[in-house]
Every structure is written in structure tokens, then in C-alpha cells.
């Protein structure tokens, strides 16, 4: 495929063209040396369009039905609020092969079909929170292409969130009734971080034991400080099959928005996020330049096969290195 250029790039990212959108991703994700300047000034010039959007970020329990949500949350924006949306979606890699499945798309069969809609499923390549090295960037793309709502759907509970919180405006957290003890196995920091909470898979028989574990949840999360920006986060029940809740979720969203913005935290929250994301690229920068060092480089696969053997301790390799380094 033809290369573009920085203009074409540019021109076609804030045109809205999903196809170039997808492709200025592409270079934006690549681990090439060759992209990393192409992909610097295409966030250079694209970054003064971003920043207008609202961005969400969602996770839940393994079975709590994260795609299916979005799915049916996306067709009620489109259809129903006249709204558009892009989803990162992030695939868990495979720690042994590195490869993942994503088939997002898959799992969102009317939300990958609706023109209004941009789903770019991407590998967390084993970074923490499910959440892939570029997603900020990638976000940022998106909203300079005009899209108004950005979903970031995370692997799940279990792992380090605070990388999908420092990014978003609103954490959504999504659980199932009827799992044995409703709080088991939640992390406090987890609950601490939450915006909001949807009990999913409230209908049915399964109705009363949602409405049962929300009022569960609720008097669980009084029990937490008030925020500083004074908002409470609501406990709400769902379906995605039904699409009853689904309003009510949306609601939720818009008035921590309004709320944020009135109270001046959304700034805020925005310039922790640059700021977050400026120590992000530090540490990955300072990684890279270690890594490429050629003493580093050299003395590196001998550490790494004796601190295996036994011969010597991780604390000791690693003091070596970093002395080489210095």
C-alpha cells in the first residue's frame, strides 16, 4: 500500500475519512523506527483539533458483557441522540506469543455495521489495565476526526486500572448479580476511582437479583469519601438485550459532564491527563534509549540468563545494568 503523506494524513483525519483514520493509527502503533517521526508530527499537527470529546472509560468482571454493553449503548447515541462515537477496544496479548485475538468487531456487529461508529480494537501487549501503549494517542486522533464520544473498553477487573482512569473523564465499572459475595475480589482502589457503576443483565429472572445487588452496591459506595468535585456515584441496573437502563446510563454520563464543567474540574482533569501522559512518554523514551545502549544491549541477555540459573540476583543485574548505563 502507498505511503501518504503528513499532509494527506492530516487533510484526511480531519475530513473524517475512516480510512486514513485507520491508517495515521497504524503509524501512530508501530514499533518501526521509521514511523516514529511521521507519527510525531502527525500528533503535532492534529493535537490543536483534539480535546472536544467525551471520553469514557469502561471496565467490568469477566462475563459482565463490556462489548455487548457498548454495542447497544453505541446504537442508542447514534439513533436515538444523533451521536457519534469511536471505541478503543483493547485486546489482552498473549504473554507467551504476544499476539491477540482482536475480534471486538466481532462482538459488535451493529455498532461495526453503523457509518457514524469507528472501532479500532488494538493489543495491550501485556501493558497494565488492559490499556495499549498508544491509546491516548490514538484517542486523540479520533477527536480531531470529529468523533464526540470516546469509549476505551479495558481487558477487565484484575489489573492495574489507573492508566484507563488517568485518561478518561468518566469510569464506568459494569458488574453481574448473583456471583456470590457482590464485593468479592473488587479492589478498594477500583471503587474508589469509579464515576459510576451499571449492574448489567437486568432482565428476566435475573431482574430483582440486579436490583437487589445495585442496592448492595449503593450502600457499599456510601460508605466511601464524597469526591472532591462533590459527585456521588450512582449504582444503576441495565440490559443490553433490552436496552432498559441504557438511557439512564447515558443521563448519568452527561450530568458528571455538566457537573465537572461547572465546577471547573474538567480542566483540571484534562491537564493531569496531559501530564500523565508526558511521564508516560518519558519513561517509555528512557526505556528505549537503555535498552538501545550497546553495553546495555550486550551485558543484557547474560544478566537475564543468570539471574534465571540463580547466579546472581534480579537486585544485583539490575545495579550492573544501570551502572553501564550511567
Not at 153 to 165: F, L, N
Not at 184 to 203: F, H, N, P, S, V
Request: hydrophobic share 40%.
Amino acid at each position: 500500500m502507498r505511503r501518504l503523506s503528513l499532509e494527506q494524513y492530516v487533510d484526511g483525519v480531519l475530513r473524517g475519512d475512516r480510512v486514513i483514520l485507520a491508517r495515521a493509527i497504524t503509524v501512530i502503533e508501530s514499533e518501526l523506527p521509521s514511523d516514529a517521526e511521521l507519527a510525531a508530527q502527525i500528533l503535532d499537527r492534529l493535537l490543536p483539533h483534539s480535546g472536544n470529546s467525551r471520553r469514557v472509560g469502561i471496565t467490568g468482571v469477566p462475563g459482565a458483557g463490556k462489548s455487548t454493553f457498548i454495542d447497544a449503548l453505541g446504537m442508542l447515541l447514534i439513533h436515538e441522540y444523533g451521536e457519534n462515537l469511536a471505541v478503543m477496544s483493547i485486546d489482552p496479548s498473549s504473554p507467551i506469543s504476544g499476539g491477540s485475538i482482536l475480534g471486538d468487531k466481532t462482538r459488535m456487529e451493529r455498532l461495526a455495521a453503523e457509518e457514524r461508529a469507528f472501532i479500532r480494537p488494538s493489543p495491550s501487549r501485556g501493558r497494565l489495565g488492559g490499556v495499549a501503549r498508544r491509546t491516548r494517542e490514538t484517542m486523540l486522533l479520533c477527536e480531531a476526526a470529529g468523533y464526540r464520544n470516546i469509549l476505551v473498553e479495558t481487558v477487565g477487573v484484575g489489573q492495574s486500572e489507573t492508566a484507563v482512569r488517568s485518561m478518561t473523564d468518566f469510569f464506568l465499572l459494569l458488574m453481574l448479580a448473583g456471583a456470590g459475595d457482590e464485593l468479592q475480589g473488587i479492589k478498594r482502589g477500583i471503587i474508589e476511582m469509579l464515576d459510576g457503576m451499571a449492574i448489567t443483565k437486568a432482565d428476566g429472572d435475573n431482574k430483582p437479583r440486579a436490583e437487589r445487588a445495585r442496592l448492595e452496591y449503593a450502600r457499599a459506595l456510601h460508605l466511601f469519601p464524597a469526591s472532591a468535585d462533590g459527585w456521588t456515584p450512582p449504582v444503576l441496573t441495565c440490559s443490553s438485550i433490552t436496552g432498559e437502563g441504557l438511557v439512564e446510563v447515558w443521563k448519568m454520563i452527561l450530568a458528571h459532564r455538566q457537573l465537572i464543567e461547572s465546577v471547573g474540574f474538567l480542566a483540571e482533569r484534562r491537564n493531569s491527563q496531559a501530564l500523565e501522559w508526558m511521564n508516560e512518554l518519558l519513561l517509555a523514551g528512557i526505556e528505549d534509549s537503555f535498552r538501545k545502549d550497546p553495553r546495555v544491549a550486550e551485558r543484557l541477555p547474560l544478566l537475564q540468563e543468570e539471574v534465571r540459573r540463580g547466579a546472581v540476583t534480579p537486585f544485583a543485574a539490575s545495579r550492573d545494568l544501570l551502572r553501564l548505563y550511567r
